[in-house]
C-alpha cells in the first residue's frame, strides 16, 4: 500500500504512551486509565509509533486517514490548563491561566515585573517581610525564620535582614 497522506500524532502526559501490534492493525494506547485504549485500524489506514509519544497514521484515502486521527484524538484530547493529551503535532494549545488555586492576574503581572526589574522585587519583598523574622543566609541557603529576641543588633530592621544586590 502507497501512503500518499499522513497525520502526525503527539501524546503528551506522564506514562501517557502507544504501540502498535499485528503490522499496525491494532492500536493500543495508555492515557492514565485503568485499561488501556484499543483501536482496530481501518483497511484503508495504518499506523506506525516511531516513539512511545508519536504516532503516525498515513493511508492512501486522506478522509479515512484523518477521520482516524481525530477518533484516536478524540479519546484525551488535549487540556487547556497543562497541556496534556493527543494533539495533532502541528497543533498549539492556547494554555489557560488557572482557577482560584493560581495568583491573580495583579500578582502574575507583578511577578512579571519582578523577574525583569530587581529593585522593585527588593522593594516587594520588603513590603511581604514581616520586621525581624528573616535572617540572610549565604548563597545557596534557605532563609531561615528566627524570632525577634534572638535577632542580633544589626538584624532590627527589614533593610538589614534583607540584602540588596
Same mark, same amino acid.
Request: glycine share 8%; hydrophobic share 40%.
Given at each position: 500500500?502507497?501512503?500518499?497522506?499522513?497525520?502526525?500524532?503527539?501524546? +503528551?502526559?506522564?506514562?501517557?504512551?502507544? /504501540?502498535?501490534?499485528?503490522?499496525?492493525?491494532?492500536?493500543?494506547?495508555?492515557? %492514565?486509565?485503568?485499561?488501556? #485504549?484499543?483501536? @482496530?485500524?481501518?483497511?484503508?489506514?495504518? +499506523?506506525?509509533?516511531?516513539?512511545?509519544?508519536?504516532?503516525?497514521?498515513?493511508?492512501?484515502?486522506?478522509? /479515512? +486517514?484523518?477521520?482516524? @486521527?481525530?477518533?484516536?484524538?478524540?479519546?484525551?484530547?488535549?487540556? #487547556?490548563?497543562?497541556?496534556?493529551?493527543?494533539?495533532?503535532?502541528?497543533? #498549539?494549545?492556547?494554555?489557560?491561566?488557572? %482557577?482560584?488555586?493560581?495568583?491573580?492576574?495583579?500578582?502574575?503581572?507583578?511577578?512579571?515585573?519582578?523577574?525583569?526589574?530587581?529593585?522593585?522585587?527588593?522593594?516587594?519583598?520588603?513590603?511581604?517581610?514581616?520586621?525581624?523574622?528573616?535572617?540572610?543566609?549565604?548563597? %545557596?541557603? #534557605?532563609?531561615?525564620?528566627?524570632?525577634? @529576641?534572638?535577632?542580633?543588633?544589626?538584624?532590627?530592621?527589614?533593610? @538589614?535582614?534583607?540584602?540588596?544586590?
Amino acid at each position: 500500500m502507497e501512503a500518499k497522506f499522513f497525520r502526525f500524532l503527539k501524546i +503528551v502526559g506522564v506514562g501517557f504512551k502507544a /504501540r502498535t501490534e499485528s503490522e499496525g492493525r491494532q492500536l493500543f494506547l495508555k492515557l %492514565g486509565y485503568s485499561h488501556e #485504549v484499543e483501536f @482496530a485500524v481501518p483497511p484503508a489506514v495504518r +499506523v506506525f509509533c516511531f516513539k512511545p509519544n508519536i504516532i503516525c497514521c498515513t493511508g492512501i484515502d486522506k478522509e /479515512r +486517514v484523518h477521520q482516524f @486521527a481525530g477518533a484516536v484524538r478524540s479519546c484525551k484530547p488535549p487540556e #487547556v490548563y497543562k497541556g496534556k493529551g493527543i494533539m495533532y503535532i502541528d497543533e #498549539v494549545v492556547k494554555k489557560k491561566q488557572g %482557577g482560584a488555586d493560581s495568583p491573580t492576574s495583579e500578582t502574575a503581572e507583578r511577578t512579571r515585573k519582578t523577574e525583569s526589574i530587581p529593585k522593585v522585587a527588593m522593594i516587594a519583598a520588603k513590603m511581604m517581610i514581616p520586621t525581624g523574622w528573616t535572617r540572610n543566609f549565604p548563597i %545557596g541557603c #534557605v532563609n531561615q525564620r528566627i524570632p525577634p @529576641a534572638m535577632r542580633s543588633n544589626n538584624e532590627s530592621n527589614v533593610d @538589614a535582614a534583607i540584602a540588596i544586590d
